[in-house]
């Protein structure tokens, strides 16, 4: 039997006339990782606030870990751990007495809280770094030290509020690495972002929320089913060439006024590679060629028949 980490029911939230969730439900499995996704302003944070009791939601009931957020509050924060966009980290104090401070608020006293402090700077890499002012660390650095904060308490229930936004790929790739960890440990994460490729690397489920709805659910497979596929985009010098691709590149599409032709392709190097090949052979020269894989507007445009940057207004 599977149990549910967080039920969630009609959650609707307006900031006066402004509706910022319009009637939520959500059901994540304990042990899973659940993404939510959508553009800046979609209500993902909001979400995230009433689910960790940082804000009531208007209507709508909320079980975590099977406790009521409203009745239950004290239990429900008992069980989680939230690491959001402005991270919890103080700036003046080290990496290490960041962690200590948290190891003192949950009363993990002497060796205990040294232990785990230990543990922590271990498993987040940050052993080097532990003696230096939270002030001089990377942006990744800063995001590792703040869900190593949060770990402290041992919640079974973790809330990561754009985890990866403005960081490089490397340090996003670090942060994957470490939401795969954490949920092989047993927790369930749930985690809110802007990048379909994130909730596809990490996600069991997404939710598509735009607009204070959910818009789509599934696992990332049954959701990337629903959008188109990446392409090749390739530009041309003149009509004569670009008709000339299009009859040797099968199922591609003509853009005539852009001189552009979208070839179907799944961006893999073999792909790209028989396609240079094909108008190798037939000497086709191009003048641009892009590689472009489905991203969060494509999903929008898909699911919604607007662009993700597109507000309208409710
Ligand atoms: N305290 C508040 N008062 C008024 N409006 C608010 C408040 N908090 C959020 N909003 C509005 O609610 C909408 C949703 O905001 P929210 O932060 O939940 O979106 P988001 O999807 O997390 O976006 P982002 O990626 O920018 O954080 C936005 O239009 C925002 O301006």
């Known amino acids: 039997m599977t149990s549910s980490a967080i039920v969630a029911s009609g959650l609707k939230k307006a900031y006066g006339d402004k509706v910022v969730l319009a009637g939520i439900d959500l059901d994540v499995r304990a042990g899973s990782v659940f993404a ?47 690491t959001g966009q402005f991270a919890s980290v103080d700036e003046l104090l080290s990496g290490e007495e960041n962690l200590q401070l948290m190891a003192d608020l949950h009363r993990l006293r002497g060796s205990a809280g040294k232990r785990v402090v230990r543990q922590l700077l271990k498993r987040f890499d940050l052993e080097e770094s532990a003696g230096k002012l939270a002030s001089t660390y990377s942006g990744g650095m800063r995001r590792k030290l703040d869900l190593a904060m949060t770990l402290v308490g041992r919640p079974r229930i973790i809330f990561l509020d754009e985890p990866t936004t403005g960081l490089d790929p490397r340090s996003r790739r670090t942060m994957w690495g470490i939401v795969r960890e954490l949920v092989a440990d047993g927790m369930t994460i749930l985690l809110t972002t802007q990048y379909l490729e994130e909730a596809d690397q990490l996600a069991d489920r997404i939710a598509v929320l735009d607009q204070g709805l959910l818009v789509a659910e599934g696992s990332p497979e049954q959701l990337k089913r629903q959008i188109p596929g990446g392409h090749i985009r390739l530009r041309f010098a003149g009509a004569e060439q670009l008709g000339a691709a299009a009859r040797v590149l099968a199922g591609s599409t003509v853009d005539l006024d852009a001189l552009v032709l979208r ?16 108008l190798d052979e037939y000497a086709v020269d191009v003048e641009e060629f892009t590689v472009h894989m489905p991203d969060l507007d494509d999903v929008f445009l898909a699911l919604t028949g607007h662009s993700s940057t597109e507000v309208t207004s409710r």
Do not use: E, Q
């Open 263 to 278: 070839v179907p392709s799944d961006g893999g190097v073999k792909s790209v590679r028989a396609v240079l090949d094909r």
């Open 36 to 82: 939510l996704l959508g553009p800046n302003g979609a209500g993902k944070t909001t979400t995230v606030n009433v689910l960790t009791t940082l804000a009531s939601a208007d209507s709508g009931t909320v079980r975590v870990a099977g406790y009521d957020i409203v009745s239950d509050t004290k239990k429900v924060r008992a069980a989680i751990g939230v």
